[in-house]
Structures are given as C-alpha cells and as structure tokens.
C-alpha cells in the first residue's frame, strides 16, 4: 500500500536525522493518543494523515468530520502539554505533487529542526 510506503520513508528519513525516534509514542497521561512518531527529548511529534481515501471510494478516518474533530482535540492538547507537531499528508511524498502544491520535501522539513532555533 502506497501510504505504508511513504510512512516508511518517513521512518527512515527521522532515523537519518534524529538519533532518537519513537514510534506511536503515547504522549498523554491518561487518554491514549498516540503520536505516529516522536522525538520525546525535543517535544517534537510528526504525524503522516496519509491519503483522503483508502481507494475504492472510502473516506478515510482523517477525511470524516469526526476524525478531523477528534485530530484536533489531540493535537490542541498535544500543543498545550509543550509538543511541536509536524504533519505530512501523501502529497509530500511525490516529488510533482510537491511542486504542484508547492509543498517542501519532508526531509527538507525535518532537517531546520535539526538546527538550532534562530527566534
């Protein structure tokens, strides 16, 4: 499956750059939200929506109202807890659809966290 691909790659792009990197890391004390990675030392999380669909027609959990609702109650409080999130759909994964949309590579992405913050 094409998502299981790029998600892949957004594993082997984090390992390449952090030397710590957690998968499905539980975040929260007492309700069991998971991040599709961490970096827990940096407060860092990174999520991969992956595609709208799942073929066939089905929307996907993230492209209901529900899911989106339920995205956004996670991530608020992900935020208020101190965590920096940092989201990549399927479109990031393609070079053309990058350019495109005018979307930056993830590697691109996940390297400026690498340096140290300039604000």
């Known amino acids: 499956m094409k998502g299981d691909a790029n998600k892949f790659q957004l594993a082997m792009t984090l390992r ?3 030397k710590e990197v957690s998968d499905e890391h539980c975040f929260h004390p007492t309700r069991k939200w998971r991040f599709d990675f961490a970096i827990p030392s940096m407060k860092l999380a990174i999520e991969y929506n992956g595609h709208g669909s799942t ?7 993230h492209a209901t109202i529900t ?4 995205d956004c109650e996670k991530l608020n409080e992900a935020q208020r807890l101190g965590w920096r999130i940092v989201q ?3 479109l990031h994964f393609s070079e053309a ?3 495109k949309h005018k979307l930056t590579a993830p590697y691109e992405t996940l390297k400026a966290f690498t340096k140290p ?3």
């Open 16 to 18: 390449n750059l952090f």
């Open 55 to 61: 073929g066939g027609g089905h929307i996907g959990r």
């Open 67 to 70: 899911g989106m609702s339920g």
């Open 88 to 90: 990549f759909t399927a």
């Open 97 to 99: 659809s990058r350019k």
């Open 117 to 119: 913050s300039t604000i």
